[in-house]
């Protein structure tokens, strides 16, 4: 581990200490391309999913869902902290054949903490997020379509299908919404809110309305937009994650597309029953000193809320953002302005200290964990309070079809809240 000092304040860099694995390799020769992975950690477990588009044969959507071809969602598992993993296999089949079930990628994922029951959100279909429309309300043929699928077997089987005409029809009659789906990466499931069976879930969802929350009482059987079906929360925000707060609020940080750095917004709840509630103003933190300074790369990463204790044993909790930090310039495509990815990190001490989005702006620190070309990420806290960190590195661009685009290799890498604060923070187990 070392300490550098740039012109975006200082920076701790990862060193060969903290071990890498490749766990889908693009290669362009073989027509092997990877995007997109999650990440799912529990005691020593760790459970990877990435999208696999080997499947796509013209790249017509940016290679994503609602291109030519077709793609899945694949899974790899293991049981060793990260050390030893399974051969990949399938999760959620793309079967190329028109409808619903051309594609499926994005994988928003989450596991149940008490029943050990898996759930991902897809988004799905023929239709791409770009191409996506309502001509009449309540008909969503041409729409980017949302599927919904279940484990009981720790992620190695998968049963579910399409729930879009659920999900559009929360919206229904409040705004416009003709496309949306469900951000990929972690759903945050509460710990303090549990009506019937399970702890509450909560869940981005981007739009053409910007960036909202809907959340699960019953483990994504059905979805309730947070704040109301007419809250928008990020009005200019793109895709998004969410956490919980300890005091119950909620905090959504979103990419903001064509600018610089994050949105923050947060939710706080107005009962004990945690049923009404307001959302706040959103805040941005664009900072290149002291913010999460994004350079237009139009990405989104993860973002954790940990517990933590400081170096002279007092009790704090230590925000973690994972997003690529950018390259400064202009630059013809993605891939140029998608580099760096970071883990940018910052201490907060009372409720008071994290109360409202405004303290959320400035105050980061960043952690770089790859200079190269990098883009999407995710990470969860496993068992022993390690951070389970997936990301795409080693990125690639290049035609694909009619259209040009750009794939990764999937890499993991487990690292301690030492390891990302360069010994400042360590991990307090929370009761």
């Not at 350079?295 to 989104?300: A, D, R």
């Not at 990098?374 to 022993?384: E, I, P, Q, R």
Request: glycine residues 12%.
């Amino acid at each position: 581990m070392k300490t550098i000092l740039t012109a975006f304040g200082m920076v701790v860099v990862a060193t060969a200490a903290c071990a890498q694995t490749t766990l889908w390799k693009t290669d362009t020769a073989s027509h092997k391309y990877y995007r997109i992975p999650a990440i799912v950690a529990y005691d020593n477990h760790v459970i990877a999913f990435s999208d696999n588009r080997s499947g796509v044969t013209d790249a017509t959507s940016w290679g994503d869902v609602g291109s030519v071809g077709n793609i899945s969602i694949e899974v790899r598992h293991s049981n060793d902290g990260g050390q030893t993993w399974t051969a990949p296999r399938c999760a959620v089949m793309g079967f190329g054949s028109g409808n619903f079930d051309q594609s499926h990628g994005d994988a928003a994922v989450v596991r149940d903490r008490e029943t050990g029951r898996m759930l991902i959100m897809t988004g799905s279909g023929e239709v791409g997020y770009g191409r996506s429309r309502v001509d009449v309300p309540g008909d969503y043929s041409k729409v980017l379509k949302v599927g919904r699928y279940y484990s009981l077997d720790d992620g190695y089987t998968w049963n579910g299908g399409d729930v879009t005409s659920q999900i559009y029809d929360l919206y229904r009659g409040h705004g416009n919404i003709f496309r949306l789906f469900f951000t990929s990466g972690r759903i945050c499931q509460s710990r303090l809110v549990k009506h019937g069976t399970y702890y509450r879930l909560y869940s981005a969802v981007v739009t053409n309305e910007g960036s909202l929350v809907v959340y699960s009482d019953d483990f994504g059987h059905t979805w309730v937009p947070l704040g109301g079906a007419d809250a928008r929360p990020a009005p200019q925000g793109d895709e998004a994650k969410i956490e919980e707060l300890p005091d119950g609020r909620v905090l959504l940080s979103c990419r903001r597309s064509g600018q610089d750095g994050r949105w923050f917004n947060i939710f706080t709840y107005a009962d004990r029953q945690c049923q009404d509630g307001s959302w706040a103003e959103p805040v941005a933190s664009e900072k290149h000193d002291g913010g999460t300074a994004t350079i237009n790369n139009n990405c989104n990463g993860e973002i954790l809320f940990i517990p933590a204790l400081d170096a002279d044993g007092r009790k704090v909790y230590v925000a973690l953002q994972s997003v690529p930090r950018g390259t400064p310039g202009n630059h013809p495509t993605n891939l140029e302005r998608r580099s760096h990815v970071s883990i940018y990190w910052k201490a907060f001490d009372t409720a008071d200290s994290w109360a409202t989005p405004d303290r959320w702006a400035e105050g980061w620190q960043r952690h770089e964990i790859t200079d190269g070309y990098s883009a999407y990420s995710s990470m969860a806290l496993d068992g022993n309070g390690d951070i389970c960190f997936i990301y795409e590195d080693h990125g690639v661009h290049f035609r694909l079809g009619s259209q040009p685009t750009e794939m990764y290799d999937i890499l993991y890498r487990h690292l301690s809240l030492q390891d990302i604060t360069g010994g400042r923070y360590q991990y307090r187990a929370a009761k």
